[in-house]
């Protein structure tokens, strides 16, 4: 396994910024995941790191090697795509041995069955190995394209957004399964996602990314109590952070121009700004309130068996905000 860092990393496309500077340092043996919208330089910074891509400025260290100047090959990493990339004419072993198949490798037959055979049993795919990959479903097609960058005990595993085709049931099963996999290797992740539940349950480190510049990084719990934006705390949380203009709870810093708190940080019945009960979500575990605040709408989470309904008149007041300047930066 080995520890990544990109070093002043700078891509364009064209006109087009891609990267800006980049700094970032992947502990060995860590889980990363990069959030950020599209467009943000998500793939475009795993591209370069597996060599793909090359720099206009800057360096890609790979266990303090620099390998900038190096093949895909020369630097031992795997690459799972949101395409499942598989040989349609093979069977699930024949894709899952490809990979061992160079001759750099020189591995004997039986090798490679006894690597396959064993990857096949950690992805409990084991029972497909003599299926065509278009017998397979989804998920397992996904299994067979994870397990054959497992197979080869690359450096790193490099993945981009590997699960978002699938259905919510199966994004569950894989996601555990992947940080299973991830912990009992010990193997070095960078991970790309859309999806923040994916990021605050796999990851050790979550990189925000915007407009090709990495605006925050630490662990999960880091970004999401301490954002350093309005929109890191956006990317993270369900339901979203309320975002409303700091002039409305009186006590806000005279530099703020944006007040933020999620959900779980509003205090219901305190003395504080009357609010209308809009919407009651009753979602089992938990109940959410849509409150109207003025012309502003904000979300609340509170007891699941609260009597509240729509109509009802509460009062609200926000516990430790979040404040930001014109901007949108931390203050």
């Known amino acids: 396994m080995a520890s990544i860092e990109v070093r002043n990393l700078t891509k364009r496309f064209g ?8 700094e970032l340092r992947v502990p060995n043996g860590s889980f990363v995941v990069l959030l950020g919208p599209t467009g943000a330089g998500k ?16 360096h890609v260290v790979i266990d303090d090697m620099d390998c900038t100047q190096q ?11 949101q395409q499942y990339s598989l040989y349609p004419h093979m069977s699930v072993r024949e894709n899952l041995a490809f990979p061992l198949m160079s001759r750099l490798l020189s591995m004997s037959e039986s090798e490679i069955n006894l690597k396959v055979n064993s990857i096949a049993e950690t992805l409990k795919i084991d029972h ?3 299926n065509k990959a278009t017998e397979l479903s989804g998920g397992e097609m996904q299994r067979v394209a994870i397990g054959r960058a497992l197979v080869r005990n690359p450096n790193i595993y490099l993945m981009d957004e590997p699960l978002s085709s699938l259905d919510a049931k199966l994004r569950s ?3 555990i399964e992947l940080t ?9 992740f960078l991970y790309v996602t859309h999806d923040q539940i994916e990021a605050m349950t796999m990851a050790t480190h979550i990189g925000v990314l915007e407009e ?12 999401y109590d301490d954002p350093a934006s309005v929109s890191v705390a956006a990317r993270l949380g369900q339901p979203r952070i309320n975002i409303l203009d700091a002039s409305i709870f009186p006590g806000s810093p005279q530099v703020a121009k944006l007040i933020g708190f999620r959900p779980e940080q509003l205090l219901l019945g305190n003395d504080g700004l009357e609010t209308v009960v809009k919407r009651v979500e009753r979602l089992g575990d938990q ?6 605040l003025g012309d502003n709408s904000i979300v609340t989470v509170t007891d699941p068996h609260t009597d509240l309904k729509a109509g009802c008149l509460i009062s609200v007041k926000p516990n430790n905000p979040f404040f930001f300047d014109a901007d949108g930066k931390r203050i």
């Open 15 to 22: 006109g087009i910024m891609a990267l800006d500077d980049i």
């Open 43 to 58: 793939t475009t910074l795993l591209r370069l790191i597996a060599g793909l891509e090359k720099p206009d400025e800057g």
């Open 71 to 81: 093949t895909p090959a020369e630097r031992n990493v795997a690459m799972v795509f």
């Open 128 to 130: 497909k190995l003599s």
């Open 173 to 175: 099963d894989l996601r």
């Open 180 to 188: 299973r996999i991830q912990k009992d290797i010990g193997g070095t």
């Open 212 to 223: 090709g510049r990495l605006i925050q990084f630490g662990t999960p719990r880091e970004v």
């Open 287 to 292: 109940t959410r309130l849509h409150l109207s």
